[in-house]
């Protein structure tokens, strides 16, 4: 059908509901990134087949949703209306909690999640933590409708803040937008009701309106889980856009290492445009607009605005100056606003609820939540979205349930590439703009790498420099060279052969890269550098002058050694040494020899009691 | 243009708004470093050694800021030579250092390398920053060597390429330290639709980019006793030989060039002018013939282009394949002289003549390609055998240890040292069109052509697409057939004009003849001439051109009275048969990756 008025988006929201309200229970089996890992398919179709095995179809209606959250616990189901929640669910765990608790309604507590900070089981999802502490502005219907049903977006309200933005003027929406606070979530914060006006008051007939979904930090999995989950939202927060700026042209860039996004995306514009909520007159607001998804090639440098305007328009990913900025000169020239996808997210519910409601969430300049992807070494991995302004232990402790095997936390990466390190100091530290940058830090898209004792301050800036050298597009001399020029600076403290005057070099080319580089990411690429040096300059100086990794993790300079308490001679790991460095008489103790080492770890593989040490 | 106010190291400047803070600050002797930047080419603010610190409306901002990039606005400050400005600058010098070969002692760039001549002026006293180099393999086609182990990453040759001649073959591929500036999937350029128009090698600031020397071969055929050695000027070099020796940019070398070539041991120096006036009369006749055609109901394919630039027939063999009927069959000048010496020049000297090695000095490099064109010999015998460009013979000239500026003057040798002015002006966009009218006009009305000092105006200024028309009255009996009809004629040079004509010849706007140059305003600043700032030498080397011309007594090539000669001794008529055996050849279609179609 197609929608042409609030009223008909009121019949279709009222005609789902009371389809809805037919059954018994509800299965909500989720289809998020993680879970597909984990074969959430399967336990899907087996939940299916099985509830019509039992003839239960009037009665037990299953959902297919995006992402809940805990990615690494798929796949998960919840049941509704207990909503009890289960993890790793496999078929036969599915088969259980069918037989047992959609027909008997018992909770089975061993298949619920397991918090590990209260050490218990937490049936119902509404007292665990992990969900209890978020606000979801962004996230509100992820993971709670089927992402293919434009009817059940519409049912939790879905493309009301369209039509209640076509009875505004520009400048209202405009206003609101700049009212609410909302920053820009893709990393640099840049307020968005001021990019609005701006491409609200730039002249011309056409106009751009961009959305950018070009993930690329390591560990970030926002925008994918976002798009995924609930697409019709990028659409109306889009369309609110694009009718706001006065653009009828929507692009969403999208890395082609997300095909399940791009498919649901794709999938979700095509139902909107049979509904005529993406084309001609939408909503009989006489406004135009559509979008057209572009796949890029995956060049991280693809997420820098200029860049990826390069790239929809066919031509190699670099940056260009700025200015002109995009709002001058953006796509093929025209006036263009380009956002991060969760900042589209936010635009709907401040519309429907208000610039103030929408501020009152968040401190000082910083409103509105975050939506954080939790990663590294804390428990419950997965996505997040908490206001800003939570203390960071919080996030990585009660919601993200603290550090894996009860290691101690060493440091958090924010940011990702561009970001920097927190340490255990500054755990109390809110996160919010203004607080992260001081640290050193940003904000970044969302990406929140945990990092615990185990890890090589040393080598997490390296693997941090390589990923930036291989994604610096190699337009300006800072990026292209100074970088290869601090990775090699790196591989040799790593590899023991650093100098102390390395040091001098390293934040000596730091300061120049960041002062000349073209764009944001050549700017921001020795953050990781910086900040762990002088978080951390006890680790650099350790492997520079005492040649070894406090972490143990730089092979290098690790050295193995067998416990004489320990070793039984039972001469299994002489066997497996591929250089036969390793003497000593049956059921005696064995020695290494140091000096012919290859540190290939061997030894400590084979021996069945934990005699080899690594130091 | 409004005018802004801003301050260049505390000084106030009035300057046009628009400009960009490097252009303000060059106009008024302002040093700031650049590399990549290239006035007219390329503006990209890739080498980040020409940053500032700016301040506007009072605030500093954040970052040094790219000299090149940024435009100016009112109340702007600007620092050019602050500690911190000079520290990152060098810093980013020395980083582009730390991956460049350090054999400036053997690289033909050497002293007129501008990457050298900036760590000079930088200051830079010792490697620092060293690591990886990149090592990657030197190109070598008949055309071109690529060493992109000393590329820069400046990007001018990718400008050249896509931006100014359109025909995007170079690019930037892989990412990173990685980056290399090559064909796409890293084919080798001989195998793409390059036009050999080296235009990219003009561009290039360091020795990553050059032509492929042929002066080894030219020396070994200098020494070999068995061989008579030629070689033949193309009018273009004679205005651009003298700056490789310090002389002013369009200086008339034309005497000294003589002298020089006398004193390198070559057996006869002819001029390729002569090869130009005979290239009119062929070209002028095949015009007539084709204009007859048309008027009287015969069939034939209009408009006629010239084919005297080998970029230009190798970029409508790959572009406009259809359109080959269109070009001239005529020879480009130095390819029928060269077919003229080997076949009557050689008679006359009672040679074989494979004996005869015939070199063509050139503005050009794609004329390298273009002897080597399977077409181009006489009964297997190479209609010429190398080609050096203006700079390699300054090269020569040096190594040789000539004292090229104090030279005395020489003249060419006779029969093909003749020539006339309507050859000079060959070197200058719209030059043959001009020559060609000088000629057909007065063939066809027996009167002189009704120009101000026989210069068809506008065809000659640096406009890239150039149109006139002209209008045939009284006509000699013999060309009744052209009485009251108006030649509508194009010139234009460079690539992207080409293309522009192109299509409109597809979509059938009415011209006659039209002359094509691959290179952006003709020879003079041709893939081969000596590097430098296009405009400015190029405005110098026209006048040059021009200063020739107007001083020849014979201005049109059918007044040039070695070519009557040759026509009564050797050729018979202009396009008759034996022009039509030696003179004229040839076309074929090319696909993308050089392939014959």
């Not at chain 1, 820098?304 to 390069?310: D, F, N």
């Not at chain 1, 290098?556 to 390793?582: F, H, M, S, W």
């Not at chain 2, 952006?520 to 110098?540: D, H």
Request: with cysteine.
């Amino acid at each position: 059908m197609i929608i042409k008025n609030v009223q008909d988006l009121k019949l279709v929201a009222d005609r789902y509901n009371a389809e809805f309200g037919k059954y018994e229970h509800t299965v909500y089996v989720c289809g998020g990134g993680g879970c597909i890992s984990s074969k959430c398919q399967a336990t899907k179709d087996f939940v299916e087949s099985y509830i019509k095995e039992l003839g239960l179809t009037d009665k037990v209606n299953v959902v297919f949703t995006g992402c809940m959250g805990t990615c690494a616990m798929g796949p998960v189901v919840l049941i509704e209306p207990e909503r009890i929640y289960y993890v790793h669910v496999t078929p036969e765990r599915a088969k259980d909690i069918i037989d047992r608790q959609v027909v008997k309604g018992e909770v089975i507590e061993e298949y619920t999640f397991f918090d590990a900070n209260l050490q218990k089981h937490i049936p119902c999802i509404d007292d665990i933590p992990f969900f209890a502490e978020q606000v979801q502005i962004v996230l509100n219907k992820c993971g709670k409708i089927p992402f293919d049903s434009i009817e059940a977006y519409i049912a939790k309200g879905g493309f009301t803040a369209e039509a209640k933005a076509f009875g505004m003027t520009q400048e209202q929406i405009v206003d609101e937008v700049t009212k609410s606070g909302l920053r820009g979530r893709g990393g640099a914060g840049f307020p968005t009701g001021i990019k609005w006006s701006a491409g609200m008051k730039a002249p011309g007939e056409n106009k751009c309106i961009v959305c950018n979904a070009d993930e690329g930090d390591p560990g970030a999995f926002m925008d994918r889980s976002a798009i995924e989950g609930d697409p019709f939202c990028l659409i109306e927060g889009m369309t609110i856009g694009g009718y706001a700026i006065g653009a009828h042209n929507g692009y969403v860039y999208c890395r082609a290492e997300y095909p399940v996004a791009v498919e649901r995306f794709n999938k979700a514009a095509e139902i909107a445009r049979e509904w005529g909520l993406l084309g001609k007159n939408i909503l009989g607001s006489g406004f135009d607009f559509d979008i057209e998804l572009r796949i890029g090639a995956g060049a991280f440098v693809c997420g820098e605005e200029t860049a990826l305007m390069s790239s929809i328009e066919g031509q190699r990913g670099e940056p260009r100056q700025k200015p002109p900025f995009p709002f001058e000169s953006g796509l093929f020239g025209y006036p263009t606003i380009i956002n991060n996808v969760e900042t589209y997210y936010n635009i709907a519910e401040i519309i429907n609820k208000g610039a103030d409601w929408f501020a009152s969430y968040g401190v000082g300049r910083s409103k509105g939540t975050k939506v954080f992807a939790l990663a590294g070494d804390v428990i419950n991995t997965g996505i997040v979205e908490v206001p800003m302004g939570m203390p960071l232990r919080k996030l990585i402790f009660e919601i993200g349930g603290g550090i894996v095997d009860g290691k101690k936390f060493k440091a958090a990466q924010i940011g990702g590439p561009s970001g920097g390190c927190i340490t255990e100091k500054n755990l109390d530290t809110s996160v919010d703009y203004e607080s992260l940058t001081s640290l050193g830090a940003i904000m970044g898209s969302g990406g929140l790498i945990v990092m615990s004792e185990d890890t090589c301050m040393v080598d997490t800036a390296r693997f941090f420099m390589q990923f930036i050298q291989d994604e610096s597009c190699g337009k300006c001399t800072p990026c292209r060279i100074g970088t290869k020029r601090m990775l090699e600076i790196l591989e040799r403290i790593v590899a023991g052969n650093g100098t102390l005057e390395d040091l001098d070099t390293l934040e000596e080319l730091s300061h120049v890269i960041k002062d000349t580089a073209m764009c944001g990411l050549g700017q921001t690429a020795p953050n990781p550098v910086l900040s762990t040096i002088s978080n951390f300059r006890d680790e650099y100086e350790a492997h520079i002058v005492d040649k070894s990794c406090p972490a143990h993790v730089c092979s290098a300079l690790a050295k193995y050694y067998i416990d004489p308490e320990k070793c039984r001679g039972c001469t299994l790991c002489a066997r497996n040494c591929p250089v036969q460095c390793i003497s000593g008489k049956v059921k005696e103790p064995h020695v290494i020899d140091q000096s012919k080492c290859i540190k290939c770890g061997a030894c400590q593989a084979n021996c069945k009691f934990g005699a080899v040490i690594k130091k | 243009m409004s005018k802004v106010n801003i301050t260049i190291n505390g000084k106030p400047y009035e300057a046009e708004a628009g400009k960009t803070i490097l252009e303000v600050a060059r106009e008024n002797n302002i040093y700031i470093p650049t590399l990549c930047y290239l006035e007219g080419v390329n503006q990209y603010g890739g080498c980040r050694l020409c940053m500032v610190e700016v301040e506007t409306n009072g605030r500093p901002m954040r970052n040094l800021q790219a000299a090149c990039m940024i435009k100016i606005s009112d109340g702007m400050s600007i620092k050019t030579n602050t500690e911190r400005v000079r520290k990152a600058r060098k810093v980013n010098l020395e980083l582009l250092l730390s991956c460049h070969p350090k054999d400036c002692l053997s690289c033909p760039r050497s002293l007129d390398c501008e990457l050298q001549t900036l760590s000079r002026r930088l200051n830079v006293t010792e490697p620092r920053f060293e690591g990886e180099m990149k090592d990657l393999p030197v190109e070598i086609s008949t055309v071109m060597t690529r060493d992109m182990s000393k590329c820069v990453n400046c990007r001018r040759c990718v400008a050249m390429c896509n931006k100014i001649q359109k025909i995007g073959v170079l690019n930037a591929q892989k990412r990173g330290f990685k980056t290399v500036i090559q064909p796409s999937f890293g084919m080798n350029i001989a195998d793409t639709d390059c036009t050999n128009c080296g235009q990219c090698i003009s561009v290039c600031p360091v020795g990553a980019l050059r032509e492929t020397d042929a002066i080894d071969p030219v020396v070994k055929a200098i020494e070999d006793p068995n061989k008579y050695t030629i070689v033949q000027v193309a009018p273009a070099v004679r205005v651009a030989i003298g700056e490789p020796f310090g002389m002013p940019s369009g200086s008339v070398a034309t005497g000294k060039m003589v002298t020089a070539l006398k004193a390198l041991n070559f057996d006869e120096v002819f001029d390729v002018n002569f090869g130009a006036d005979l290239t009119i009369m062929e070209e002028g006749t095949e015009f007539l013939q084709r204009a007859k055609a048309a008027l009287t109901g015969g069939e034939a394919v209009l408009p006629m282009m010239t084919s005297c630039s080998p970029g230009w027939i190798k970029f409508i063999e790959h572009r406009y394949p259809e359109l080959l009927p269109n070009l001239s069959s005529c020879k480009s000048p130095h390819m029928m002289q060269g077919a003229l010496v080997k076949t009557y020049y050689a008679e006359k000297l009672g040679k074989d003549p494979k004996d005869i090695y015939l070199v063509s000095v050139m503005p050009c490099t794609a004329k390298k390609f273009e002897i080597a064109r399977p077409e181009m010999n006489e009964n297997g015998v190479p209609d010429v055998d190398a080609v050096l460009t203006t700079r390699e013979l300054a090269n020569m000239i040096k190594q040789a240890g000539i004292d090229f500026v104090n030279l005395p003057d020489s003249e060419f040798d006779p029969p093909m040292g003749i020539s006339t002015g309507a050859a000079d002006i060959f070197g200058v966009t719209g030059g043959v069109m001009e020559a060609a009218l000088r000629t057909v006009y007065e063939l066809v009305t027996g009167r002189e052509l009704p120009c101000e000092n026989l210069h068809v105006a506008p065809l000659g200024d640096s406009t890239q697409i150039k149109t006139a028309s002209l209008t045939f009255e009284n006509v000699l009996p013999e060309y009744k057939f052209l009485e009251g009809f108006t030649a509508n004629v194009a010139v234009t040079s460079g690539f992207d004009g080409a293309a522009q004509v192109m299509e409109m010849v597809k979509a059938g706007k009415a011209f006659h003849f039209i002359e094509v140059m691959g290179c952006p305003g003709g020879c003079i600043v041709g893939g081969g001439q000596p590097r430098g700032v296009k405009a400015e030498k190029w405005a110098a080397r026209k006048a040059g051109i021009y200063a020739i011309d107007e001083g020849k007594q014979l201005r049109k090539s059918h007044e040039n009275p070695a070519i009557k000669a040759i026509y009564e001794e050797y050729l018979g008529q202009p396009c008759g048969h034996k022009s039509h055996e030696i003179l004229h050849t040839h076309y074929t279609a090319r696909g993308k990756y050089n392939e014959l179609i």
